[in-house]
DNA sequence: TAGAACGTTATT
DNA sequence: AATAACGTTCTA
């Protein structure tokens, strides 16, 4: 059952006319488009936030490393795993069935390694937290963060 | 926390 | 340009 979602509406072009309705394109942003960690835009706001202070100098240099580890282009898969040496989906499972809009490859065939997230058996969270950025919102229930307490 | 949805990026 | 599929976010 597909659920009702945004939809592939048009992109909320007043994202930064905070004069509209501050809490409204705040939350638009923090939902979704501005704290994504791979698109253009994110690492322009990142800029603005390293721009407006929001880190120290110091650390800054030490962000920008992790940063760039993390933004790093995509993995692929490792091509010698059961799953990546097979060659035909199966078909039936949900990731071929909803193939069009869950843009996944078949369950049988994605790789091992791949099945890891990126940040696992990585040191950068470690690094951050080493360093007094134990938590980066990337969503506004994280860091303790709540809806309409974003001031 | 797993799975779904979707933006994005790599490949063809 | 079309397609495949990774990465992130959101919902149940």
Not at 19 to 40: F, H, I, N, V, W
Not at 69 to 88: E, F, H, T
Not at 94 to 102: Q, V
Not at 121 to 140: T, V, W, Y
């Amino acid at each position: 059952m597909p659920r009702p979602r945004a939809g592939p509406g048009p992109p909320p072009e007043d994202m930064y006319d905070l004069s509209m309705d501050t809490m409204e394109a705040q939350s638009l942003c923090m939902q979704r488009k501005c704290l994504g960690k791979s698109s253009p835009l994110s690492k322009y706001i990142e800029a603005e936030h390293q721009q407006a202070g929001l880190f120290s100098l110091s650390s800054l240099e030490a962000i920008t490393d992790v940063t760039v580890d993390l933004q790093k282009k995509r993995r692929k898969k490792c091509g010698a795993c059961v799953p990546c040496l097979r060659k035909v989906n199966c078909g039936t499972c949900a990731n071929c069935l909803n193939r069009k809009i869950g843009k996944q490859i078949c369950k049988e065939r994605k790789c091992e390694k791949l099945k890891k997230r990126q940040s696992e058996g990585d040191a950068s969270e470690q690094h951050l937290k080493s360093r007094g950025m134990g938590c980066i919102p990337r969503r506004r229930t994280e860091c303790g963060w709540s809806a309409g307490k974003l001031e």
